[in-house]
């Protein structure tokens, strides 16, 4: 199914999903407070010199320029780093000044994300060190929705090498392009009580800290509102032999609590992948759905692992004594891979992100090899010489992408690859850089990244890799990162001056840039004077047309009560309204099917937050006004094939007053 999403930001249209660190900055200084640094997860806030993460597998974002970045830190702990989308790498037992570059990057502006690799592995930031002249810039993305995984041993990954950084929970994360939090501990119970009197999730859950301190405050749950939560609770519960019927019992009540804490957000109890307590779980969800909750669901496990119980499952890690209900490596994995497309419809991506693993295209003098560096545990190598070819078919909507290829650059050969859309050339490289390692590991590890790919529907991605000396091109995966076709902010544009790049129409009117809601966030004002008829003043854009996932954002106001102001018409290339939406004497309109349909009231000199879901396939579309379902599914205007372009304007007998800020347009399938 393709679907089109329009989001209209009237104020901020993803507040409730943007962490601590936000967009709005332009460049920062590292620190802990610096608004580009994005926290994920648990932290402590209250020193503003040094930020304290709890809870295993939190983590910073931040994107930063030059070519060298060390971090600071208040306390000894293990990190999991990545620096521009590539491999994790573990830094074990740091403290202090810790360079997380020891070989310099090549100029420009790169991406890192710094965790804590388990519970008891917490972060004591104290800020970044950059280049002379280097800072931090804005995040790509401030709303991308965050999953929830509540758990214990199992969601942290324990007896897996990287922690909460192999666990299925962030592989299932990566996977779909979404931020997520691990509040898991090892040895855990739901159960207050049940484990030697110790408190259970059913207790823990709110407070800011771990189990392993015997206080904690309370965690602040305004802090950031989850998409989704997954329950992976119940194996040591099981293992202390709580009554199925009181387990049964805890868990309901469980659910109900979340539900008090996040009353939109999506919650999924998992079946354990061994299945204990299935019954149970299952039975928990339904009695909360015949309670009433339509956003509660059961995700069944049942196939995801094998052999839990046998001497001679890999799915599991193997004991010397007795069996371990922990996944091994290849088991998370595996989980991951079914857990991600469950999520996937519930989270409303914001962004299209896509990953397709090497050994996952179809090869041609390619052979797939076993790497527990590379990110599913595999990657394709040329055997011995000569050229290997790897190829697949785009899924996504024709438009214009980041495409970033991941492979290994060891330094004993020079070995050379390409990129090609429909068999013409995006571009070559050679695997040229001495990144200190001649093995395909995480220092090896790397990506070639190409900006502006514009893909066509069906696409045929083709990746060749040359094998030279003893480097054999190996190849990880293929990554597809949605792009803005718009997005401006109208910052850098002149006070008072129409706004560059932007079809204006100017009669009965002027459209120019204002310092409104400030001087550093400026926007554009449609002031219409005239009520003329045959006259229109307007704001307006085409774009390459996008058949498939479409996300408009804009901010915008109305200061006009009593006249009617479309902010916005959507249009696809052929001039056909697909979505109308309209500012009418006090009250926001939607055209449903031809017929004009009243959304709710509206104050003038007041900012809303607009989001519109179209699906091209079903011409249907579905309207949310600060964040909450208005509209659902109805039919759109005219039906259209594609979207290309967005008017925010008013014409006629209709003067009046609006603003527009940070408009964006980027596919989202």
Known sequence: MKVITIIVMLISAFMMLIPSGTAGAATGDGQPGDPNIQYYGRWDKSNSTSYHSYWGGAYLEVRFTGTTAKIKLGQTTTLLVNIDNTADRMLTNVSGTVDLTPTPLPSGTHTLRVAAQYDTKEIVFQGLILDAGASTVEPLYSDN?????????ITTGADVTYGDGDAYAWLAAGMLGAEHTQISDPGITLIDGLANGAPGMESKYAKLKTPNYSTSPDWNFSTYTPSAIVVNLGSNDHYNNADPAVFQTHYT????????????TEIFGLRLFNGWYETEI???VNARIAAGD???????STGWLEGYGTTTTVDYVQKTTGFSVHPSRL??????????PILKPYLNLPHYYH???????????????????????NNVRVPSSGTGSATYTFPGSPGTYDVQVNYFDENDGNATYSLYVNNSLVGSWTANQDLGSAAPDHQSLTGKMFSGVYIPQNSVIKVEGTFDTYEAARIDRVDFFGTHQIDENFNAMTTGQTPAGW????????????????ATDKSVKINRTSSSSGSKTSLKRSFTPYSGQVTVEAKVRSDAASKWLCLPYIYDSAG?????LAFDNGTLKANVGGTWTNIQSFSANTWYDLKVDMNTNTDTFSVYVDGVLKLQDVQLRSPVADIAAIDFYADNTNSGTAYVDNVKVYSDQ
Do not use: C, M, W
């Open 355 to 377: 990953r397709v693993e090497a050994e996952d295209l179809s090869l041609s003098n390619f052979s797939v090899e076993s790497n527990g560096y590379a990110s599913f545990l």
């Open 253 to 264: 009540d469980f659910l109900a609590y979340l539900r008090g804490i996040y009353p939109e």
């Open 503 to 518: 079809i204006v129409a100017q009669s009965g009117g002027t459209v120019t840039v204002e310092e409104v809601p400030s």
């Open 331 to 340: 088991g998370h994995t595996k989980a991951a891979k079914q857990l991600a």
């Open 576 to 580: 056909t309204i697909a979505v109308s």
């Open 294 to 300: 339509t956003k509660v669901h059961y995700i069944d």
């Open 282 to 284: 299952s039975n928990a």
């Open 145 to 153: 929705p965050i999953i929830e995984f509540i758990g214990d041993s």
